[in-house]
């Protein structure tokens, strides 16, 4: 999450937005921020991630 994103601004400045929302979306920034939001427990968080591991099995 350290890296700057950059986006380059030539004429339309809602394709920019667009750009950046995708680049912010892969880099997987908005789901890191929505995680860090409130504070998360040990034990809630060791069941949440054995919760995303289960789900990432076939």
């Given amino acids: 999450m350290g890296n700057p994103l950059e986006v380059k ?3 339309d400045l ?3 937005l667009r750009n ?3 680049k912010v979306i892969q880099e997987g920034v908005f789901k890191e921020l929505k995680k860090r939001r409130f504070h998360e427990k040990p034990s809630v968080k060791r069941k949440r991630k054995k ?4 789900r990432k099995r076939p």
């Fill in 9 to 11: 601004v030539y004429d």
């Fill in 14 to 16: 809602e394709r920019a």
């Fill in 20 to 22: 950046l929302k995708k």
């Fill in 51 to 54: 919760l995303e591991a289960s």
